[in-house]
């Protein structure tokens, strides 16, 4: 056998994402939502209904990887963030390209769009993913809420938490979480505290499974921050 050529090349899937609006058309933020591992953009978008209350740009976008794990029908698939073989420096590979992947998106959908704040939401593995993309694209990213998640401070360095400054980063975790102690995630807003990044850690008495109150207490929180809030109502431009 005579070998002639190899290499490495790359191929692209195609994602869904959704963007609809609440409120006026006047300038205001965009949200963008990362669901958690095993999840899809529709049953995500169920659980953060409530946050339509928020006058904002609203941008679900669904993980690029399937998850084929816990389901046996393609129609019920999950899906996930990135890919994880117990190596740091592939694992941050993976992070840094799905944040391009979704920066270009975000870059697509604001064309025509007056945004004037960006938030990341991110659940369980969306929080690892919203976590990463807010500290590398920090010139673009003013607001960061980790669910059940924690921030990989490890993949930055002194310098860069200093320039981080005006992003509000909001942890909201469970006591009892095994999945994701919660120790690991005060660590990380400790240490960035340090270095001026405004941090708020808001403890639950509850696990790894997101509650149905945490849709209420982000919506409290954003409107401490400036947030507007609006009536949801049938007529919701989506």
Same mark, same amino acid.
């Given at each position: 056998?005579?070998?002639?050529?190899?290499?490495?090349?790359?191929?692209?899937?195609?994602?869904?994402?959704?963007?609809?609006?609440?409120?006026?058309?006047? =300038?205001?933020?965009?949200?963008?939502?990362?669901?958690?591992?095993?999840?899809?953009?529709?049953?995500?978008?169920?659980?953060?209904?409530?946050?339509?209350?928020?006058?904002?740009?609203?941008?679900?976008?669904?993980? =690029?990887?399937?998850?084929?794990?816990?389901?046996?029908?393609?129609?019920?698939?999950?899906?996930?963030?990135?890919?994880?073989?117990?190596?740091?420096?592939?694992?941050?590979?993976?992070?840094?390209?799905?944040?391009?992947?979704?920066?270009?998106?975000?870059?697509?959908?604001?064309?025509?769009?007056?945004?004037?704040?960006?938030?990341?939401?991110?659940?369980?593995?969306?929080?690892?993913?919203?976590?990463?993309?807010?500290?590398? *694209?920090?010139?673009?990213?003013?607001?960061?809420?980790?669910?059940?998640?924690?921030?990989?401070?490890?993949?930055?360095?002194?310098? *860069?938490?200093?320039?981080?400054?005006?992003?509000?980063?909001?942890?909201?975790?469970?006591?009892?979480?095994?999945?994701? =102690?919660?120790?690991?995630?005060?660590?990380?807003?400790?240490?960035?505290?340090?270095?001026? $990044? =405004?941090?708020?850690?808001?403890?639950?008495?509850?696990?790894?499974?997101?509650?149905?109150?945490?849709?209420?207490?982000?919506?409290?929180?954003?409107?401490?921050?400036?947030?507007?809030? $609006?009536?949801?109502?049938?007529?919701?431009?989506?």
């Amino acid at each position: 056998m005579e070998v002639l050529s190899s290499g490495k090349t790359s191929f692209k899937v195609e994602v869904p994402y959704k963007l609809f609006q609440t409120g006026e058309n006047r =300038p205001k933020p965009l949200i963008v939502y990362l669901h958690g591992s095993g999840q899809n953009i529709e049953g995500f978008e169920k659980k953060m209904i409530s946050l339509q209350g928020i006058e904002a740009y609203h941008l679900f976008i669904q993980g =690029p990887y399937p998850d084929f794990r816990k389901v046996k029908h393609r129609g019920k698939w999950g899906f996930g963030w990135y890919l994880y073989n117990g190596k740091q420096g592939a694992f941050k590979k993976s992070l840094e390209y799905t944040s391009e992947f979704i920066q270009s998106i975000i870059d697509t959908v604001t064309l025509r769009l007056h945004v004037n704040r960006l938030c990341i939401i991110g659940y369980s593995m969306g929080a690892y993913q919203a976590g990463y993309f807010a500290f590398s *694209r920090w010139k673009h990213t003013n607001d960061l809420i980790m669910i059940g998640g924690r921030l990989k401070a490890e993949s930055f360095n002194e310098k *860069r938490f200093r320039k981080c400054g005006h992003i509000n980063v909001i942890a909201i975790h469970g006591k009892q979480d095994t999945i994701v =102690p919660i120790e690991a995630q005060r660590e990380a807003l400790n240490l960035i505290k340090e270095h001026g $990044v =405004p941090t708020r850690m808001i403890e639950l008495e509850s696990d790894h499974k997101m509650t149905d109150n945490v849709p209420h207490l982000i919506i409290d929180t954003l409107s401490q921050i400036g947030y507007d809030t $609006v009536k949801i109502t049938q007529d919701t431009n989506q």
